[in-house]
């Protein structure tokens, strides 16, 4: 057991019952000429959210903490969509986009096509698990649950895109199903303007969980790894 440090106290974080969610960082949300960045959301922090959390996926393969990557995508026929009657047909971006715009049919989030794509520099690695979705939350209408329980994890560190909506989906679900989500503030990037960002980092560390950073989630990593070589 090793001590994590983060807001509002630190949390002692078993590394045996750890994971680390990675939310829909792909292309879709994180690149130019992405989705996000055609309806013309601001994607300039998504890089350094990329990077932070790379570092933070390197660390946790090599301290065996799973690597779960949560992507979102529907079938090219949009049957898994939701028809009109579901409100995500009315309110997910891709839907409204491909439906908006003729030239964008089939591009937007659909599975196979370069915008649904992971970006490269985080490619899942042998052993990673991916769990593909159809709703900003990963627990909704996925087995994520299941595969949480079969791992027997508690604790949840969440990166991805974007914070403010399927991130703080996935980590509001996992606070009622007893789960203990941890947002990893550097290696996030949310939309829209930043009240968005502080308001759903504000939740974490007062209502719903705790918030750190990547340096400390690797510092701990470091002490497990040194305490279980002496």
């Known amino acids: 057991m090793s001590q994590l440090a983060a807001k509002p106290a630190p949390i002692d974080l078993d590394l045996d019952r750890t994971a680390v969610i990675v939310v829909d960082m792909q292309n879709g949300f994180a690149s130019k000429g992405g989705m996000f960045d055609l309806a013309g959301h601001d994607v300039s922090g998504a890089p350094a959210a990329v990077a932070a959390t790379g570092r933070l996926l390197d660390g946790a393969r090599v301290a065996g903490v799973p690597v779960i990557y949560l992507q979102m995508g529907f079938a090219p026929d949009l049957s898994d969509a939701g028809d009109i009657d579901s409100p995500a047909y009315h309110k997910e971006l891709a839907l409204l ?28 690695q042998p052993g990673d ?80 969980g705790w918030v750190t950073d990547t340096a400390a989630v690797l510092e701990t990593f470091g002490t497990a790894a040194r305490a279980a070589a002496e």
């Open 129 to 208: 698990i991916l769990v593909p979705k159809t709703r900003y939350d990963g627990f909704a209408r996925t087995d994520l649950d299941a595969r949480l329980k079969e791992l027997g994890i508690r604790n949840l560190l969440f990166t991805g895109i974007a914070t403010n909506i399927c991130v703080e989906s996935t980590a509001r679900h996992a606070f009622f199903k007893e789960y203990w989500p941890i947002l990893v503030t550097d290696a996030v990037n949310a939309a829209g303007p930043d009240g968005n960002r502080q308001a759903t980092l504000w939740a974490f560390e007062n209502v719903f």
């Open 97 to 124: 986009m491909m439906r908006s715009r003729p030239e964008l049919a089939g591009k937007l989030l659909v599975r196979g096509t370069w915008d649904w794509q992971i970006v490269d520099a985080l490619t899942p």
